[in-house]
């Protein structure tokens, strides 16, 4: 059967010592959390476990960050055995997978690479990885990263649980798949990480393709022409502008000004104006540089988006 899955890692941080053993791996994964969806992308089953490394331990700041010790890994399986018992736990369905962020796909990819690399089923898994982050940036129309906590807020909602634990911040990014999903009215865009191999936000470094651009000037041995030699052909440069800065200057903060009343009235005008402060989003929208007017078509829809089912769990 077709089914839906949230996966979020924690992990620790090799020392510069630790590093030089193994030069390919920075960060082993210390506790995976993951949350099953059905068909309708409410809950049926979960996933939660601690990962005993190899290499590293629990930092103090990590420990602060997580809440993990290494007291509580000290009982812990090894990292492709917990794998493999997550892999048993999805069955035999149809599985995609979503991750708040590529950097849990470049994690699970480097950790297999460097543990158990002959293990081309480990490998299988991660093909149908989706980074829900970037998707839901593209979706209100930015490309700066959005933290979970953010991205619920967006959509008129907040974080429920323990922030950076594996299990919360999977039910957390559940929560927004469903909502995103669950609202008729939005389309959303979502790749695969795996077919993204040339972005460089997405796959490991290793594995990046660089394509040439043809039309690159900078990167060819055009760039040593002059440009009299360049029009012969077919290239052009831009004609330099004179610019009256102190002028420019003056028209762009009027035009803020303006545009910035326009949004907090806007604000202030919608149905979600009784769950935010019109300041507090649009500092928010600023941060993320996110259309505020783009973010109002967007929680107008999903308002009124029921929260995600859940079936009692016994395991």
Known sequence: MKRFVCIDIEMSELTAEERRMVPDLQH?????GAVMLDENYNIINRFSSYIKPSYSSVTPVIQSLT?????DLLDAKDFISVFDKYLYWLEDNEIITFCWSAADYKQLWNEITVKAKHRKDLFEN???FIDL??????LIGTKISI???SALIFLCDEFKGKAHDAYWDAYNTARILHKIKCTD???INMDYIYKLSNDNDCVPKKYKVKIADSKDYTNTFASFMSPELLEQFGYKPKEKVEIDKEADENIINEDSLKYEKEELEAIKKSSVADIFDESYIRGLCLKYK???????NIAEKVKSTNEIGEKVYTG
């Open 133 to 138: 982050q970037r998707a839901f940036g593209n």
């Open 126 to 128: 991660l093909k149908t």
């Open 147 to 149: 933290s979970l906590e």
């Open 67 to 71: 809440g993990i010790s290494n007291r």
């Open 290 to 296: 996110v259309p505020v007017f783009d973010w109002l």
């Open 185 to 187: 009215s939005i389309n």
């Open 28 to 32: 082993e994964i210390i506790q995976i």
